[in-house]
């Protein structure tokens, strides 16, 4: 049975930093495309960054670009988000999400996506 858990949520001060996790079970994260999004209450699911299946090519959302780095362990078969420098407007719950379209690319639509994680909650507050 493919699953995603994610891991790493908490509550972290303005200009802090977290690590989360996407550990994966039944498939291997190498052949799909993985994205991290986000939803906070009353907004919708926004796509943060993705990373392509095979060759790891890797897309950022301009609100988290040069903040938040995807990158892949295809050992541990997990996904990681490193967030740095967080805001208090990047609360929210952070999802992973697996792509089954194969390609060079990978696209931060959450339409695109066909499994998903339960989530973690990620707080920024003083």
């Known amino acids: 049975q493919l699953q995603l858990v994610e891991s790493g949520g908490g509550l972290v001060q303005p200009g802090g930093s977290l690590r989360l996790s996407c550990a994966a079970s039944?498939?291997?994260?190498?052949?799909?495309?993985i994205g991290w999004f986000r939803q906070a209450p009353g907004k919708e699911r926004e796509g943060l960054s993705c990373i392509s299946a095979i060759a790891g090519i890797t897309k950022y959302a301009d609100s988290v670009k040069g903040r938040f780095t995807i990158s892949r362990d295809s050992v541990k078969n997990t996904v990681y988000l490193e967030m740095n420098s967080l805001k208090l407007e990047d609360t929210a719950v952070y999802y992973c999400a697996a792509d089954q379209a194969v390609g060079p690319w990978c696209i931060m639509d959450k339409y695109e996506y066909d499994y998903w994680g339960q989530g973690t909650q990620v707080t920024v507050s003083s």
């Open positions: 039944g498939f291997t994260l190498d052949s799909f495309a």
